[in-house]
């Protein structure tokens, strides 16, 4: 099977590892599924040629032999699908990794994701200060539900699935902000996560390509 993902040819320093077609790496690497790259310029005009691929202009998309898709949340899904590195045999194992696939990018991510636009733009102002301090309450009392749900437990559903992927991933950003320090059993479990080999394998693959003289 041929799998071609895209990825940026070059970002600021700021985003070096945590530029998402790290999800589609690291579940390519759980799988052994080796892949080709097409890298795309990230402050250039997106050809229209790749928004028929990723609509949207961002990075990862995702074809093999049979599809072509975009989202790194559906072809991390889609790589784990049938998979056994990647995804419980049983159909309730698979129910509990895809609700926690949409739990980590639809209940978590975004409150993590707004805070940093107001980062960007209104903290400097008496609204935007107000505003964000409400924020840091909202992610704050998503991150202590799912700490206090997460325990002792090694991973979401009882063995590393794709699920732990996109969650791993999703904290990766929340922790470089200092917000999981009250909650030492995420830093833990994403610990955990990161310690595995196919996730440095991964991560070297994304950074590779943005040596200093690269340019955008
Ligand atoms: N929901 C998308 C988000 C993808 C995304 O935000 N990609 C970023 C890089 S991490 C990007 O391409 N940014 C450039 C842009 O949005 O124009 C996914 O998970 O695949």
Redesign the pocket.
């Known amino acids: 099977m041929t799998v071609r993902i895209s990825a940026?040819s070059w970002v600021p320093e700021i985003?070096r590892g945590?530029?998402?077609d790290l999800r589609v790496r690291w579940a390519l690497e759980e799988c052994a599924i080796a892949y080709e790259e097409e890298l795309i310029r990230?402050l250039g005009e997106c050809p229209d040629a790749y928004r028929q691929w990723q609509p949207?202009?961002?990075?990862?998309a995702y074809r093999d032999d049979q599809v072509e898709m975009?989202?790194?949340?559906a072809i991390v899904l889609h790589i784990a699908r049938d998979n056994p590195a990647l995804s419980p045999p049983d159909r309730n194992g698979q129910a509990r990794m895809e609700s926690w696939v949409f739990a980590a990018?639809s209940t978590i991510e975004p409150r993590f994701q707004t805070l940093f636009l107001i980062d960007d733009a209104l903290a400097a102002t008496p609204e935007g200060a107000a505003f964000r301090q409400r924020m840091v309450e909202l992610l704050d009392k998503r991150l202590r539900e799912f700490a206090s749900w997460l325990g002792a437990r090694e991973y979401l559903v009882d063995r590393f699935t794709a699920a732990d992927i996109i969650m791993a991933t999703v904290l990766r950003d929340i922790r470089g902000h200092d917000f999981l320090i009250p909650y030492p059993e995420l830093t833990a479990y994403l610990e955990r996560c990161e310690a595995r080999p196919a996730f440095a394998r991964a991560l070297d693959a994304q950074m590779i390509h943005f040596s200093d003289h690269a340019s955008a």
């Open positions: 940026f985003a945590f530029v998402k990230p949207f202009g961002q990075v990862p975009f989202e790194s949340g990018l």
